[in-house]
Nanobody, 121 residues
Framework: QLVESGGGLAQAGGSLRLSCVAS????????MGWFRQRPGKEREFVAA????????NYGDSVKGRFTIRRTYGADTVTLQMNDLKPEDTAVYYC????????????????WGQGTQVTVSS
């Protein structure tokens, strides 16, 4: 089970931080990450981090602006979103699975319910 929090409204250039708490995740999932679905678009990969917190990967549109981190001692990942743009407006979904599966978008074992992020210009 994945539970997101932290969505909301921000102005362009501002920041938001999303959090996702995982529970009852099986050992087969070795990474957590985020996807987003913008209005009228398909769901797209945003970022992923391995359980060890060592390896990360980002979608091209968020590189340099978003940072994903794993909180040690807790099954929690955060997504720090800086320099937000109106095109970042989307429903953001927490996800868990294999690192390769998340980054390719081809295999996600667990999904959260989603949290809305709206960026005004």
């Amino acid at each position: 089970q994945l539970v997101e929090s932290g969505g909301g409204l921000a102005q362009a250039g501002g920041s938001l931080r999303l959090s996702c708490v995982a529970s009852r995740i099986t050992f087969s999932a070795d990474a957590m990450g985020w996807f987003r679905q913008r209005p009228g678009k398909e769901r797209e990969f945003v970022a992923a981090v391995t359980w060890a917190g060592v390896t990360t990967n980002y979608g091209d549109s968020v590189k340099g602006r978003f940072t994903i981190r794993r909180t040690y001692g807790a099954d929690t990942v955060t997504l720090q979103m800086n320099d937000l743009k109106p095109e970042d407006t989307a429903v953001y979904y927490c996800a868990a699975g294999s690192f390769e599966g998340l980054t390719s978008g081809e295999s996600v074992e667990y999904w959260g319910q989603g949290t809305q992020v709206t960026v005004s210009s």
